[in-house]
């Protein structure tokens, strides 16, 4: 063994001391945010916050006003006070990745939530990651099965592809979302729940996943009444993971519930920091960050992250800023309708509503042409629905709208769909074709 290699591991070792510890000073605590007088460090950085050399908490530099260094807190604010000292990690948050983390639930910093014991993590990624170059995505070329007849039938994705599920509060959007990630033919999912109800969480986990989808699931917690910083983090830190499994050259679902929360995540820290809320009340640092996040998921020169992320739509607001800013976006939307759900039809998908921008690359011209016969009988139903629920409308007079009758109450059937059933595609078209033959 040479002098070189003997060294090696002292070497190592020294360069990863700090000769000078740079730190701060708390010099003000309002609200959530914390100010200090440094320590020289840039935004996004992890910095440790001491008090008598032990350690009472960890902060984010969010930015900087003057000499001052702005800082939002990691954790609980209580027992944080000025005089303390801010140390700077000069790295920014990482997540810990790996196959050692499917089955597994974490916190909104990536900690274990589920009491299985430590992580079993193959390496560290940022939890801010660079979009992959628009000219290295392939296209997308092949369909994505939810094992949801509405949306495999009428509104085809594509692997890869990024949809939003539109819905006011109580319309079933996590049924929805626990039936993709049971059903869907994906290798791997990733969940992201951000700024659930803590009773929802066990709810969604136990009764709409279930065992089977959480073996291989990671799902990443960060409930409302954590900090705004920690629910952005466990979006951040999900979108991370999702990555590192489409590096592997898997095909990963990605779930977020919800945006609508993250960005109002994003609304405390901009206000707290003193940008002027531009768009009822949200600050532009929001509509920045939106296409930022929502760019990660899509297609690789490796894999896919096809994305599914719900928006929760104010009084069922369909363009509300949040809304209309996630539809302009990604690349179609499904629409749960309220008035679907109060006639007991679920899932409450609004297909007339709802729109894949991908279908016609990922499905058969026939199935496309299929497609758009059934939504044509659909769409004159419903135009004159009013008419045919009083029995004011004559058969005969119109032979499209005849048609629509004579399939209407298979095809509501053919929508329907029991939350512990799965829909197989093949079976799905083949009886929407026998529809269509019906109204011939």
Do not use: W
């Amino acid at each position: 063994m040479n002098a070189d290699t003997m060294l090696q591991p002292f070497l190592s070792a020294l360069a990863g001391v700090e000769p000078v510890r740079m730190h701060g000073k708390i010099s003000e605590v309002i609200g959530l945010l914390i100010e200090s007088t440094g320590p020289t460090a840039s935004v996004g950085d992890v910095c440790t916050i001491e008090n008598n050399g032990a350690t009472v908490g960890r902060a984010e530099v969010v930015g900087f006003r003057k000499d001052r260094t702005l800082l939002m807190p990691l954790g609980p604010i209580e027992g944080i006070h000025p005089g303390q000292i801010v140390i700077g990690t000069k790295h920014p948050l990482m997540a810990g990745v790996g196959p050692g983390l499917l089955g597994r639930i974490l916190d909104g910093l990536g900690n274990p939530l589920d009491d299985k014991g430590p992580l079993s993590v193959e390496g560290f990624r940022p939890v801010y990651s660079r979009i992959p170059n628009p000219l290295k995505r392939q296209r997308i070329r092949s369909q994505f099965e939810t094992g949801i007849r509405a949306i495999d039938a009428l509104i085809s994705i594509g692997k890869g592809q990024r949809m939003g599920i539109f819905s006011g509060s109580g319309v079933g959007k996590s049924i929805t979302l626990g039936m993709m990630a049971r059903n869907c033919k994906s290798d791997i999912n990733v969940i992201a729940l951000v700024g659930e109800r803590g009773r929802e969480v066990r709810e969604f986990l136990e009764r709409d996943l279930g065992e089977a989808g959480l073996q291989r699931s990671v799902v990443v917690v960060a409930t409302s009444d954590q900090p705004a910083l920690i629910r952005i983090k466990g979006a951040m830190i999900a979108a991370a993971i999702a990555e590192y499994f489409r590096d592997l050259g898997k095909d990963v679902l990605f779930l977020v519930d919800s945006i609508t929360r993250l960005a109002t995540a994003q609304r405390e820290i901009g206000l707290a920091i003193g940008e002027p809320p531009a768009t009822k009340g949200f600050t532009p640092s929001v509509f920045a960050m939106l296409p930022g996040f929502l760019e990660r998921a899509g297609t690789s020169d490796k894999g896919t992250i096809t994305g599914m992320f719900t928006v929760l739509v104010e009084g069922d607001d369909m363009d509300e800023p949040i809304a209309d800013a996630a539809r302009s976006i990604l690349d179609g939307h499904i629409v749960l309708a309220r008035r679907l759900a109060h006639r007991n039809h679920y899932p409450a998908i609004d297909v007339l509503e709802s729109i894949s921008r991908s279908m016609p690359d990922v499905i058969a011209p026939e199935h496309y042409q299929l497609i758009g016969r059934i939504k044509d009988l659909m769409a004159s139903y419903r135009e004159n629905e009013d008419l045919i629920s009083i029995g004011a409308y004559a058969a005969g007079s119109n032979e499209r709208i005849d048609k629509a009758i004579k399939i209407h109450d298979g095809l509501n059937a053919f929508l329907r769909q029991d939350k512990g059933e799965t829909a197989v595609f093949s079976e799905g078209l083949a009886a929407l074709g026998r529809l269509d033959a019906l109204a011939r």
